[in-house]
């Protein structure tokens, strides 16, 4: 898969929510992966509610971006497809928490429930026969 490049990045993280999921569900169909942040765990965030959130990008470009503060010391750490289909969204809907689709630096991300990502995912995977 291409690195993503700076102008990349700038154009995308400067999209609004929706737009930035799309994006998501588009490059984690093909490239067959997501990325988080993990050290001795998974980090997690919250929304305004207080729901538990588990923050997803779909290139670790992305994730390096908010490795910092709270998630300096943690490492970008790769989820392949099926692993995040299989195990960890449905695991996201047994524990309450949210996944929490392309956090920046400026936004919380949009956090669709488990179910609404994985059927977003699969729609977009069907398109590729």
Do not use: C
């Amino acid at each position: 898969m291409r690195p993503t490049s700076e102008k990349e990045i700038a154009a995308v993280v400067r999209l609004d929510g929706p737009s930035r999921l799309r994006h998501f569900v588009k490059r984690v169909a093909d490239s067959e992966a997501a990325w988080s942040l993990w050290n001795d765990g998974w980090a997690l965030m919250e929304n305004n509610d207080g729901t538990p959130v588990f923050p997803l990008w779909p290139a670790p470009e992305y994730a390096e971006l908010l490795r910092s503060g709270d998630w300096a010391q943690y490492e970008v750490r790769k989820i392949p497809l099926s692993d995040l289909l299989d195990e960890l969204l449905p695991n996201l809907k047994l524990r309450g928490v949210l996944p929490g689709v392309f956090p920046t630096l400026q936004g919380k991300g949009v956090t669709p429930t488990p179910e609404e990502l994985a059927s977003h995912i699969r729609e977009e995977l069907e398109k590729y026969g």
